[in-house]
């Protein structure tokens, strides 16, 4: 089991949007010393949705191949489509990913029995540990606690990452099926009490440029340690909510970018942040690591 600070990676670009995978290999230097626990490739804030199937499966890896064992990596391979997750989960098994992590499927709005038997369809066609993901913000569908629970019966399924916010809803996760499988935040602004309560860590946004924050964060909040978690989260909170100003992973590339960390490219339909929200995003970033 994963504990502790996840990143949620982005993935770095060349101003006309090619992958920067020199840029890639820094980012995964910085994360290994400054303790983060796990690497989360080609999620929501690595630009899945606009990568193509081949660059997807390239990026994670590269990933894993350059890591080498030193952190594990967590893949993301959800799709709207279950045969395409099915074949996104198995190249990164291929590719020798440690777990996958797989986003509930986005637009066509399953019923809560298509998203039991979608999940269940990915684990039984490829063996590799798997963690759910619910954001119904991003994906007009939502994950119950009740469908959560099934499923964290199938033996290949590991853990699940709430993106709600609810922490009422995260506790009552945890108080069900917090004994078969891990509970991740996928939400920073509320990821201390969740781990408080009972999770075992933070799929983080603002691990990718406050890293060794969050890694200190998530160790003390999952060990118990309110005080310790209580001051660095209170450095993080600024953070937390300015990188949230526009769509992710808009403000936190613009934030890497400032850091000298990588270069300004994103894809459309995303565009670099607005310069209005500039100044806020750098006080914030100036503010954690004070």
């Known amino acids: ?14 101003a006309d949007g090619s992958i920067d995978w020199e840029a890639l290999e820094r ?4 994360h290994i010393e400054a303790g983060t626990a796990a690497i989360g ?35 993301g ?12 989960t198995r190249a990164a098994a291929e590719a020798g990913a440690d777990a996958c992590l797989l986003v ?9 029995r298509g998203l039991y038997q979608h999940f269940k369809a990915v684990a039984e066609a490829v063996a590799i540990p798997q963690v759910l993901y619910n954001v119904p913000g991003r994906t007009a569908v939502d994950m119950l606690n009740d469908t959560v ?35 991740y935040s996928g939400d920073d602004a509320t990821a201390m009490e969740l781990m408080l309560a009972g999770g075992k860590g933070n799929i983080s946004v603002t691990a990718n440029v406050a890293p060794r924050q969050m ?13 310790a978690a209580s001051a660095i989260n209170d450095r993080l909170s600024p953070l937390n909510r300015a990188l949230f100003l526009q769509a992710n992973p808009i403000p936190v590339k613009w ?36």
């Open 1 to 14: 089991m994963i504990t502790g600070s996840i990143v949620a990676l982005v993935t770095p670009m060349h």
């Open 27 to 30: 980012l995964l230097d910085l």
């Open 41 to 75: 490739a080609v999620g929501t804030t690595g630009e899945s949705a606009t990568l193509s199937v081949p660059e997807h499966c390239q990026v994670i890896r590269h990933t894993v191949e350059y890591v080498a064992g030193r952190l594990p990596v967590l893949a």
């Open 77 to 88: 391979t959800g799709a709207n489509a279950t045969w395409e997750a099915i074949e996104l």
């Open 104 to 112: 509930t499927p986005y637009y066509n709005r399953p019923t809560q």
């Open 149 to 183: 629970e099934q499923l964290a019966s199938i033996a290949n399924i590991i853990g699940v990452k709430d993106a709600t916010g609810d922490l009422e809803r995260g506790r009552d996760l945890i108080a069900r099926c917090g004994d078969r499988i891990a509970i």
């Open 215 to 227: 890694a200190q964060l998530c160790a003390s909040a999952v060990a118990g340690d309110r005080e």
């Open 255 to 290: 934030a890497l970018q400032q850091q000298g960390l990588i270069q300004e490219g994103i894809r459309l339909p995303l565009t670099p942040l607005d310069p209005e929200f500039h100044a806020e995003v750098k006080a914030a970033l100036e503010a954690a690591s004070a």
